[in-house]
């Protein structure tokens, strides 16, 4: 799990759990729409009581939130991580927002050879960019589509971001591998447009140190099921 | 026409991961079984409802909703097991289970709210969103209903 270090609390909290829970399990439409931010306060309450004597329903609503957030990318506000520990995150995060606007103005056609086709910026920072490529295709079909880049030597995470060509964010996600599948979700951004979606993406690497690793922003296609290549 | 078969592949890869990340109480074989019979239940649906047609939001509430009854289904299957071994009873202890549960009762209303929903395996981006509250103040809510949490066992152990 990731967030607050509990101390063991978490399994703690579940090996505490009665033989049997006290109210019935809730339906998985609850769970649902917990993960959504769909219930009233009384209602996430009286979930919450049920959570406090069932561990079963305790995994079916971590995993209907991880399905929840597949189901609609969005890219959030930035992450309210712990930046103080993680000295130069802030600017690295600035950097990446700079770095979006500017490929807005300035693009530049794939190198030859290259995976994803990269879009040049000048940011004014990013040390050690350059150790990011891509080695994904530039067009995938859009359901199975699978970012990849070179791996950053002792990179602890991989942040990657996912923007439409008009820089509306659509999916924001840390991994640990040099990896990501795309969420199936996204090819509704695919069959939405005729020939499919362009659409942005940076990778950010997070260093033991705290310093950052700034990716160019690189373009890819989605292109919906009809039109991908069988 | 049914959702391409790319699609399924997808959508069992990303449910494996889900499961394999999320489902801490099973065995490995076990979280086969449950991606298994999920996807063999989605196909069903599909085939029924044509789910591409009513776009990536339904099949992902199609999936929530199989992985959990089986899930449940997996989970009444080991209460019986257990109840005959007995097993995992003997390393639970009842006193500290108790504990637990009555300290997480004594915190403060939000607080509450905000470690049960971690401690039941929500990041804090998912608490925030359950309960509608911003990302800062789910974090700040998880860490300090945490510290409470931690204090209030150290007095019962004294």
């Known amino acids: 799990m990731t967030g607050p270090r509990d101390d063991g609390l978490a399994e703690a909290f579940r090996a505490s759990m009665p033989a049997q829970p006290e109210q019935a399990c809730p339906a998985p439409e609850t769970l649902w729409g917990a993960a959504r931010g769909e219930l009233s306060g009384p209602e996430l309450e009286a979930l919450a009581s049920h959570l406090r004597t069932c561990a079963a329903c305790g995994e079916a609503l971590a995993v209907s939130a991880e399905l929840a957030s597949e189901a609609e990318p969005r890219v959030v506000s930035l992450p309210p991580r712990r930046i103080p520990r993680i000295a130069g995150a802030a600017a690295g995060i600035t950097a990446l927002a700079a770095g979006l606007l500017v490929f807005l103005v300035q693009r530049a056609p794939a190198p030859p050879g290259s995976g994803g086709a990269e879009v040049e910026a000048s940011r004014g920072e990013a040390a050690g960019a350059a150790a990011i490529r891509s080695l994904s295709t530039e067009e995938q079909p859009a359901s199975g589509a699978r970012l990849q880049w070179t791996p950053v030597d002792r990179a602890l995470r991989y942040r990657v971001q996912l923007s439409t060509e008009d820089l509306h964010p659509v999916y924001d996600r840390t991994v640990e591998a040099p990896a990501l599948a795309l969420p199936l979700a996204l090819a509704d951004l695919a069959r939405q447009r005729s020939g499919g979606a362009v659409l942005l993406w940076q990778v950010e690497a997070l260093l033991p140190d705290g310093r950052t690793v700034l990716s160019p922003t690189f373009r890819m296609r989605l292109v919906p099921p009809a039109d991908a290549p069988r | ?158």
Not at chain 2, 6 to 31: D, I, K, N, P
Not at chain 2, 55 to 68: D, I, L, P, R, T
Request: glycine share 6%; charged share 35%; aromatic share 4%.
């Open chain 2, 1 to 158: 026409m049914a959702a391409e078969p790319q699609e399924f592949e997808a959508l069992r890869r990303m449910l494996e991961r889900t499961v394999r990340t999320r489902c801490y109480g099973l065995l490995a074989s076990a979280r086969d079984d449950l991606v298994q019979s999920a996807m063999l239940r989605i196909l069903e649906r599909d085939r029924r409802e044509d789910l591409a047609r009513r776009g990536a939001s339904y099949v992902f509430k199609v999936a929530q909703s199989v992985v959990v009854d089986e899930l449940r289904r997996l989970g009444r299957e080991r209460r019986l097991a257990e109840g005959v071994s007995k097993e995992r009873r003997s390393l639970v202890d009842p006193v500290s289970g108790i504990q637990l549960r009555q300290c997480l009762g004594r915190l403060e209303e939000r607080r509450r709210m905000a470690v049960t929903l971690h401690l039941s395996g929500l990041r804090i981006p998912e608490v925030a969103r359950a309960a509608r509250w911003t990302e800062k103040t789910a974090e700040n809510l998880i860490y300090r209903g945490l510290d409470d949490l931690r204090a209030l066992l150290r007095e019962g152990e004294q």
